[in-house]
């Protein structure tokens, strides 16, 4: 069996690609600096 998972739980950024920060909860699949720009939409509060 050869897992394609090389990072981390293959949880990548959707938007920019990196495996830093990424937010999964909401379906997001997105760092937090590209939350920062969708985020907006969503009405979050600041992520800490
Ligand atoms: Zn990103």
Redesign the pocket.
């Known amino acids: 069996m050869v897992k394609k998972t090389s990072i981390l739980n293959g949880v990548r950024?959707r938007?920019?690609?990196?495996n830093r920060g990424v937010i999964r909860a909401y379906g997001l699949d997105?760092?937090r600096?590209?939350f920062r720009d969708v985020g907006t939409d969503l009405h979050f509060k600041k992520y800490t």
Do not use: A, E, Q
Request: hydrophobic residues 10%; positive net charge.
């Open positions: 950024c938007r920019c690609g990196t997105i760092c600096r590209c």
